[in-house]
């Protein structure tokens, strides 16, 4: 076993060297840069910035294209690095990561480790409540779904699952605001941020009532298609166990339903399930921006969505890089987790 996760970890080496050279290269090559951004401000800024002749000097005969001289853009070009080949940059950015420093934000103009903790919070909540409550009521749903099979149960909630799968998260957040927040029904729930402004004024109990409040409507638009696949996986995964020969023989033995059912079948039957245990890695980073911009959140997605648009190269390459290691350690957890949950597999 040992030899086996030594091996994992080794093969994580290059697939994360890949994983950044790829995206290193792609966001370099892609037109625009952070310069272009910076020039765009200061050329902006020169155009407002004089009433008088000042303004007009600034401009020359180029009009706006003259507010910034070669001067300066070489300057900002050396600032952030730019003026050294591509290659090079790369190295320069690996051997930074040894020390864990993924450089510094263009946009925010700090370092990028405190740009992603200071999103972190909001996307971590989300992740972490969305995936205790995805298991808590898919596995024992899927449980039961299987042993009332073809039931009026087992029709009715696939009917109602399968339409939560079929609504888009962002349509039913526009929903539950048009009929919840505000909109033109009932103001029942606050939209905006993760608790009250009078929050640090509340008492323990009241500031958990808080939280739950501002969380209920953003929490359900982001597990509204969550449930569907594990509860059906946990379903057909339990009822294919049960028409097995060693279960014909638990039955035989005199075993009741019960038993046949939770002792001999479920611990085979979570197999399959263990496949995503090791996902609860990446709800450290879980963030949808559509939903993050409808109920105003300042969470992961705006983050990722707002670096690709600014080119703000340092915060991209920081968050694939964690979140590339952190799925790949997810990967090697779930293959560990196949050994708890079944014995019989050896990795070695």
């Given at each position: 076993?040992?030899?086996?996760?030594?091996?994992?970890?080794?093969?994580?080496?290059?697939?994360?060297?890949?994983?950044?050279?790829?995206?290193?290269?792609?966001?370099?090559?892609?037109?625009?840069?952070?310069?272009?951004?910076?020039?765009?401000?200061?050329?902006?800024?020169?155009?407002?910035g004089?009433?008088?002749?000042?303004?007009s000097?600034?401009?020359?005969?180029?009009?706006?294209?003259?507010?910034?001289?070669?001067?300066?853009?070489?300057?900002?070009?050396?600032?952030?690095?730019?003026?050294?080949?591509?290659?090079?940059?790369?190295f320069?950015?690996?051997?930074?990561?040894?020390?864990?420093?993924?450089?510094?934000?263009?946009t925010?103009?700090?370092?990028?480790?405190?740009v992603?903790?200071?999103?972190?919070?909001?996307?971590?909540?989300?992740?972490?409540?969305?995936?205790?409550l995805?298991?808590?009521?898919?596995?024992?749903?899927?449980?039961?779904?299987?042993?009332?099979?073809?039931?009026?149960?087992?029709?009715?909630?696939?009917?109602?699952?399968?339409?939560?799968?079929?609504?888009?998260?962002?349509?039913?957040?526009?929903?539950?605001?048009?009929?919840?927040a505000?909109?033109?029904?009932?103001?029942?729930?606050?939209?905006?941020?993760?608790?009250?402004?009078?929050?640090?004024?509340l008492?323990?109990?009241?500031?958990?009532?808080?939280?739950?409040?501002?969380?209920?409507?953003?929490?359900?638009?982001y597990?509204?298609?969550?449930?569907?696949?594990?509860?059906?996986?946990?379903?057909?995964?339990?009822?294919?166990?049960?028409?097995?020969d060693?279960?014909?023989?638990?039955?035989a033995?005199?075993?009741?339903?019960?038993?046949?059912?939770?002792?001999?079948?479920?611990?085979?039957?979570?197999?399959?399930?263990?496949?995503?245990?090791?996902?609860?890695?990446?709800?450290?980073?879980?963030?949808?921006?559509?939903?993050?911009?409808?109920?105003?959140?300042?969470?992961?997605?705006?983050?990722?969505?707002k670096?690709?648009?600014?080119?703000?190269?340092?915060?991209?390459?920081?968050?694939?890089?964690?979140?590339?290691?952190?799925?790949?350690?997810?990967n090697?957890?779930?293959?560990?987790?196949?050994?708890?949950?079944?014995?019989?597999?050896?990795?070695?």
């Amino acid at each position: 076993m040992f030899q086996y996760i030594l091996r994992r970890i080794l093969i994580m080496i290059p697939t994360l060297l890949g994983v950044t050279v790829i995206t290193f290269g792609i966001i370099n090559l892609a037109p625009g840069s952070p310069i272009e951004q910076k020039i765009q401000q200061l050329r902006f800024g020169g155009a407002g910035g004089g009433e008088g002749g000042g303004g007009s000097a600034a401009m020359g005969a180029n009009g706006k294209d003259s507010a910034v001289s070669e001067e300066v853009i070489e300057a900002l070009r050396t600032q952030y690095g730019f003026d050294k080949p591509l290659y090079m940059r790369y190295f320069i950015w690996l051997k930074n990561l040894a020390t864990l420093d993924f450089g510094e934000s263009f946009t925010y103009e700090e370092p990028v480790i405190d740009v992603i903790t200071s999103k972190l919070p909001v996307s971590l909540q989300f992740g972490i409540i969305s995936l205790i409550l995805t298991y808590l009521i898919s596995v024992p749903l899927g449980i039961f779904k299987a042993i009332h099979n073809s039931s009026k149960f087992d029709y009715v909630s696939s009917f109602i699952i399968f339409a939560m799968y079929s609504i888009p998260g962002f349509m039913l957040a526009i929903l539950l605001i048009v009929f919840f927040a505000g909109g033109q029904f009932f103001d029942w729930f606050p939209v905006g941020d993760l608790y009250s402004d009078n929050y640090e004024m509340l008492g323990l109990g009241a500031k958990i009532l808080d939280r739950v409040h501002h969380f209920i409507l953003p929490l359900i638009s982001y597990m509204i298609g969550h449930f569907t696949i594990l509860t059906m996986l946990q379903k057909n995964s339990l009822l294919d166990e049960i028409k097995k020969d060693y279960i014909r023989t638990a039955r035989a033995k005199g075993l009741s339903e019960k038993k046949v059912y939770l002792k001999h079948a479920l611990r085979n039957a979570l197999i399959p399930i263990v496949t995503g245990i090791g996902g609860f890695l990446t709800v450290f980073f879980a963030g949808s921006l559509l939903i993050e911009n409808i109920f105003n959140l300042d969470g992961m997605g705006q983050l990722g969505y707002k670096s690709i648009l600014e080119r703000d190269y340092n915060v991209i390459m920081g968050l694939t890089f964690i979140q590339s290691i952190l799925m790949l350690v997810g990967n090697l957890i779930s293959d560990l987790a196949y050994i708890v949950v079944d014995p019989r597999i050896d990795f070695s």
